[in-house]
């Protein structure tokens, strides 16, 4: 019967904390928080239910109102819902689609993620490359076109100079996907980000870098630009507060994530600026 349960849950992409709750004065018994990870991220469903349900439920018991988990899938689709203000609460690990949303769609950055990202080109170990000028007339490999990775690279290829045409790039389904094809030597480069499967494994397995971005924001948490400064103000200390206890190290270790700040929205611009968005 839990298999049942548990298969009817992804084939509907929702999921939802358990925690019971008493009603709210307001009315408002329930808050929703949307995942998406990005093309780094995991793609089984019920893989990012167990991940999140530890932080719906500490969410839930502190600002006394249920926190539904929900999967927010393609990036796409997440520029459409934010759009439409259809998100009350989104953890978007793709840091320009946060950006896109405070700027153009007047959501509120809750919290940051601690630390920065960054986008890598590799390369095999082998290769004659040495400079990003040397990918001139070569083929390279990138995730989704809406990927966080994709934006930053077609951005450091633009600064350096290097046409893009439209056999240049070869789009992947997943960073994993970007790494077979360069190890393969289908494509002269790849280019994935600094908290993906790929990059951390790929000079302790032999691979080569050829050169990184600068320092980029990283997660976000936004809320829906309706949602009462009071409420914000209990998520984001909630949030901020899971360093400062053992439970709350556990939740951050699961979801793969040092902490939690306030962060500054004025960084999120900075990035779409350098990415000339």
Do not use: C
Request: aromatic content about 10%; overall charge positive; glycine content about 8%.
């Amino acid at each position: 019967m839990q298999a049942l349960f548990r298969w009817l849950a992804a084939a509907f992409f929702f999921f939802a904390a358990v925690s019971a709750v008493p009603a709210q004065a307001d009315m408002k018994s329930s808050v929703v928080l949307s995942i998406n990870e990005g093309t780094s991220g995991s793609s089984d469903f019920l893989s990012m239910q167990d991940k999140y349900l530890p932080l719906a439920d500490y969410l839930t018991r502190k600002i006394k109102l249920q926190v539904k988990l929900e999967s927010a899938t393609t990036l796409k689709l997440i520029l459409t819902g934010l759009e439409k203000h259809r998100f009350e609460l989104l953890l978007v690990r793709p840091a320009h689609i946060a950006a896109k949303g405070m700027r153009d769609y007047h959501y509120q950055l809750a919290v940051a993620a601690e630390g920065e990202s960054k986008a890598y080109f590799i390369t095999k170990p082998d290769s004659p490359l040495k400079s990003l000028k040397d990918l001139k007339g070569k083929r390279i490999a990138m995730p989704d076109p809406d990927a966080y990775p994709t934006h930053i690279g077609l951005a450091m290829l633009k600064q350096a100079g290097v046409p893009i045409g439209p056999d240049t790039i070869a789009y992947s389904r997943s960073q994993e996907a970007v790494g077979y094809a360069v190890k393969q030597g289908f494509v002269a480069a790849g280019v994935v980000i600094s908290y993906s499967k790929v990059f951390k494994n790929w000079e302790k397995d032999g691979g080569r870098v050829l050169t990184a971005s600068p320092s980029l924001p990283f997660w976000g948490i936004l809320a829906s630009p309706d949602m009462p400064p009071a409420l914000l103000a209990q998520i984001r200390q909630a949030l901020v507060d899971l360093k400062n206890t053992e439970e709350g190290k556990t939740i951050l270790k699961g979801i793969g994530i040092p902490g939690f700040v306030e962060g500054d929205p004025q960084s999120y611009a900075n990035m779409l600026k350098f990415l000339g968005e």
